[in-house]
């Protein structure tokens, strides 16, 4: 039953198109270092609001779980716990403050210097690590800014964005089945190697969707930026029905 289950999955898949970025999409280099690209808020901005959320932008993805220690945020000589992120679709670490990990994550104090160290123990998915410590320094100002609150999508909503139109042609029938929204999502939520409920850098469909390197590298078919945010948010939300 095994071995039959597995002929089938083998013959389903070889017999299917090859699954990989058309040859004028940029892929992804192997890069020698991690290198961090951009910061919110700006190195050495004043008057940030209380409620910003520090964003590290960098040219890899940061692979998660952060290892604890290798993310500090200190306010003068005050250790600010912090709770860590991490967006493949942005390429991105969200450091939020969050001591004894309270939820939600805690305002930034008014007034107040922060330092960020990213320490060069920080690693990427394809392995590569920061040269060097990356450090952030930023003061805040007076109140908080209202926070953006990230939407809740409903799965009907990626499966018909996306799942339904770049995805059900070539995985109707094989081992992931997504010829149907109950199939689709019995194949994806009910999946741990595929979604991690709240936990999008963890989940090998979003993984496989960006092109991570343990994924095969670029290898999958080319989402926009607004599909594969769909497909992130689904499953940081709880990936629910
Ligand atoms: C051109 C055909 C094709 C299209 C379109 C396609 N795939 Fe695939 N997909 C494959 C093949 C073939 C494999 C197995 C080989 C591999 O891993 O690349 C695969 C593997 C996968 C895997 C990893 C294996 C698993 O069972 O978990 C996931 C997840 C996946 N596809 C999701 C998707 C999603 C989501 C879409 C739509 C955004 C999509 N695929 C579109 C052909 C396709």
Known sequence: MVAAAAVILAVSVTSLPACSWPADRPVAAEVPALTVVATVPASGAEGVPTDAVVELGFDAWPESPVPGGVVRMTAGVVDVGVQLEVDLVGRKLRVTPARYGEQPPRLLDTQTGYTVVVAPALRATGGATLAAPFILKFRTGDAPAGRATRPTPRFGEVYALVLATACRDCHADSALDLSTEDAAF????????????GHSAGSGLLRKLVGT????????LPLSDAQLALVRDWIDAGARR
Do not use: I, K
């Open 186 to 197: 019995a194949a994806l939520a009910g999946q741990p190697t595929r979604v991690v409920a």
């Open 213 to 220: 390197p343990d994924t095969g590298g670029a290898a999958h």
